[in-house]
């Protein structure tokens, strides 16, 4: 696996990366080609708090994982048994739900009212939108542990947006 990792606010010395490395080089086991899979680790620190985030972006899934700890090498013990779990447990529903399904280049955009207001954007993300049923959209939210979650919905033929209530159950909002 080909890791990058970048620190904001930190400095990452040759300690840091071999630990990050031979953690990260667990995960490898659980891929087919991981020789061509990139992960990208984020090293932050918020007051005395190590803050690792780790993300796997592949050709049919995303993982992505995040723990703080105060001793660094702690925290990314725990991410990575964090995303151990989340392969462990939905190992079988991923091999059985992802096909070889071309993505659809999904870009966010402003209208001209939303970029004069007084609100500013700090953050942009591109993504890219396979189509995939609500089962397939849920499993991908809770391996990117996100709170919502874009998809176009192949069963109601238009976009979607599933969405974790405050009760712990999801909701889905069709775009038509």
């Given at each position: 696996?080909?890791?990058q990792?970048r620190?904001?606010?930190?400095e990452?010395?040759n300690?840091?990366k ?8 667990k995960?490898?086991k659980y891929?087919?080609n991981?020789?061509d899979?990139k992960?990208n680790v984020?090293?932050?620190v918020?007051?005395?708090?190590q803050i690792i985030?780790?993300?796997v972006?592949?050709k ?5 994982a995040?723990?703080?700890?105060n001793d ?15 392969i462990r447990k939905n ?5 059985r739900k992802?096909k ?12 001209e009212?939303?970029?004069?207001s007084?609100i500013?954007?700090v953050?942009r993300?591109?993504m890219?939108?396979k189509?995939?049923?609500e089962e397939?959209?849920?499993?991908q939210?809770?391996l ?8 176009k919905?192949i069963?109601?033929?238009c ?5 974790k209530r405050?009760d712990g ?6 775009v038509k």
């Amino acid at each position: 696996m080909q890791i990058q990792i970048r620190g904001e606010k930190v400095e990452i010395t040759n300690a840091m990366k071999k630990h990050v490395n031979e953690k990260i080089a667990k995960l490898d086991k659980y891929f087919e080609n991981f020789e061509d899979i990139k992960c990208n680790v984020l090293v932050r620190v918020r007051d005395l708090q190590q803050i690792i985030e780790v993300t796997v972006p592949t050709k049919k899934f995303t993982l992505r994982a995040e723990e703080s700890h105060n001793d660094f090498y702690a925290a990314v013990d725990l991410v990575i048994d964090k995303l151990e779990r989340q392969i462990r447990k939905n190992k079988t529903r991923l091999n059985r739900k992802y096909k070889n399904v071309e993505p659809i280049e999904f870009n966010l955009e402003l209208s001209e009212d939303e970029e004069e207001s007084d609100i500013k954007i700090v953050k942009r993300k591109n993504m890219t939108m396979k189509p995939m049923d609500e089962e397939e959209a849920l499993l991908q939210s809770e391996l990117l542990n996100h709170d919502f979650f874009v998809f176009k919905n192949i069963d109601e033929e238009c976009v979607s947006v599933l969405y974790k209530r405050k009760d712990g159950n999801y909701g889905i909002i069709n775009v038509k």
